[in-house]
């Protein structure tokens, strides 16, 4: 049996962070078991659906990387399908019409009444239509929030009046803001689109999206592949999971430090993308940054002309001596042919020890004059790839 699964979000909103979710889990699942990913848009809600939120939901599946095999299906274009099934019904006096709609009879021994199968526009409700499409495309597995528990003995009565095979229900849990309560705008930000423009990786988001109500172990950090080599339905939560911002920001940065610099290359400011040493850079500094804006600015320097100081450094380090013995240093750099790490550090040396310094009595305000920060990776390091003429520019061209 090929495994499919679907994901079918309502075009009224972006993409919820609990709906990426749903979509994450079908998506892991289809692709742990070599299966098709299904996108079907359930729009039948005409009041509430709209073209921009199909293009938001669209998007936001894209910047994850969830792709899928088939659609996207719009239920609005399959009303002729739908009219074949409740013909059915209507001709075996299982349905019947009332008021301009068309009702399923129920099933007292179950506690199920009459109910609305079309509605009176022509339309199919949220349970037929859903039932319907699951078994034309041939979902073999629905994985979806525990809010659509309700539905579930409706949709087994449609397809038990239809004389047709229901696919597996897999129900998780909702996800909650720290409150306890279910999460929503009130708790921060709730769309995969507005964690996107805070800058949030989307393997990051992924991972943590995974972690919602799955586990592997204690294992936290995963990548995509990691996460389809070891995802598993029987692992899902029975609880609600709650949404915790440290962890998608402690996962973030983990998945920054452990991205290659050509992926981070792809993802930071274009003016920056263009320096000759930039990938080096990125290896350099990307165990500092939280985020790309972060990424950014720990790139800045290695670039910038102009440069921010931290004010307690500044003071600290930037003092009229210290300036003076710099630029007298810098000369000594122009002197350097081969700008290596190696004979940055020896030239640093031999000077402090010329002055009757130590080291570090240049190395901390060198660092600050060329960075602006009184922490920085390693300054022969970041000097060397800065480059000479830069180094030099910053520091006749100290502010103070």
Known sequence: MT??????????????????????????????NKGQFILRIEDTDRERSTPEATQAILDGMTWLG??????????????????????????????????????????????IDDFVIIKSDGHPVYNFAVVIDDYEMQITH?????????????QIHIYKSLNLKPPKFIHVP????????????????????????????????????????????NQEFFTTEDLIDKFSINKLGKSAAVFDKEKLDWLNAEHIKNATAPRLKELIS?????????EAILDLVKSRAK???????????????????????KEEYLTQKNIELLQILSSQFENISDWTIENIESTVRDFAQQQSLKAGDLIHPLRVALTGAEVSPGIFEVMALMGKNLVLKKIQTIQK
């Open 66 to 111: 969830l792709n899928w095999d088939e659609g996207p299906f719009f239920q609005t274009k399959r009303l002729t399908i739908y009219n074949k099934y409740y013909t059915q019904l209507l001709e075996q006096n299982l349905a019947f019409k009332k008021e301009g709609a068309i009702y399923i009879k129920g099933d007292p021994g179950k506690d």
């Open 270 to 278: 274009d003016e920056y993308k263009k320096n000759n040493n930039i």
């Open 291 to 313: 985020t790309i804006s972060g990424l950014n600015k720990a790139i800045s320097y290695f670039i910038e002309e102009t440069i921010e100081y931290e004010p307690k450094a």
């Open 174 to 217: 909702m996800i909650l803001g720290s409150d306890g309560e279910r999460l929503s705008k009130r708790h921060g930000a709730t769309s995969i689109q507005e964690f996107q423009k805070m800058d949030y990786l989307p393997e990051a988001m992924l991972n943590y999206l995974a972690r919602l109500g799955w586990a592997y172990g």
């Open 3 to 32: 495994i499919r699964t679907r994901f079918a979000p309502s075009p009224t909103g972006h993409l919820h962070i609990g709906s990426a979710r749903t979509a994450l889990f079908n998506w892991l699942y289809t692709k742990k």
């Open 142 to 154: 629905v994985i979806r929030g525990d809010d659509h528990l309700s539905n579930t003995p409706r």
